[in-house]
């Protein structure tokens, strides 16, 4: 067999072993846009980056996700429901915002966060909660036909001031734990801090007036 002869059967053999790669990628790229998937109140699935290492690596398209669900929360948890339903109404999209996030990666720490703030939220809920009141279930920006929210459940009125600003400090160490662990590494500070902002401006929600 001459050398030519080798040479050619090699690279066939060597393009063969690359199309499985080129087929995955293209499925990949071919895979809706991550933001547009967080629409739903589903349980979604990161997948198609491409880091090396488990979990998920900063991404801008992911980091505008998080921060496009945090702004709705403003826009469903806003006056249009009374105050007292706006505390577990806002812990629903800090859980929409972990249940999209991974278990490993750059974004675990604000996964850690929005799971730690919910906890908290759930907590002021228990504490004031209005079992005499019926739950409601709200619109995704109170559009006729966006998905509703899974039950919302409201504290006693003559409490939603004092648990509203409970739930504040909630959100504020939320916003500032995130802000201390967007440094380490240095790449994940922009994306922590677009995401602390976001979170800030949650506190609109818990206003009363």
Do not use: W
């Amino acid at each position: 067999m001459t050398k030519s002869i080798l040479r050619t059967i090699l690279f066939a053999i060597g393009l063969l072993c690359l199309l499985p790669v080129s087929a995955a990628l293209a499925d990949c790229e071919d895979e809706p846009d991550y933001q547009e998937s967080l629409d739903s109140f589903s349980v979604l699935n990161i997948s198609c980056h491409r880091d090396p290492t488990p979990g998920l690596g900063i991404n801008s398209g992911v980091t505008k996700s998080i921060v496009k669900i945090l702004q709705g929360a403003n826009s469903t948890c806003d006056r249009r429901i009374e105050l007292r339903y706006r505390i577990d109404c806002l812990r629903i999209y800090y859980l929409k915002v972990a249940a999209n996030l991974p278990d490993t990666g750059d974004y675990l720490p604000i996964k850690q966060a929005m799971l730690d703030a919910a906890d908290k939220l759930d907590a002021i809920v228990k504490k004031y909660q209005d079992d005499s009141a019926p739950v409601i279930r709200p619109r995704e920006g109170h559009k006729s036909a966006a998905k509703r929210l899974p039950p919302v459940r409201p504290v006693k009125e003559n409490f939603a001031e004092a648990a509203a600003a409970e739930a504040a400090m909630v959100v504020k160490e939320a916003e500032l734990v995130i802000i201390r662990s967007g440094g380490d590494p240095a790449k994940r500070t922009q994306a922590y801090t677009d995401v602390a902002a976001a979170v800030e401006d949650n506190l609109v929600i818990l206003r009363s007036a």
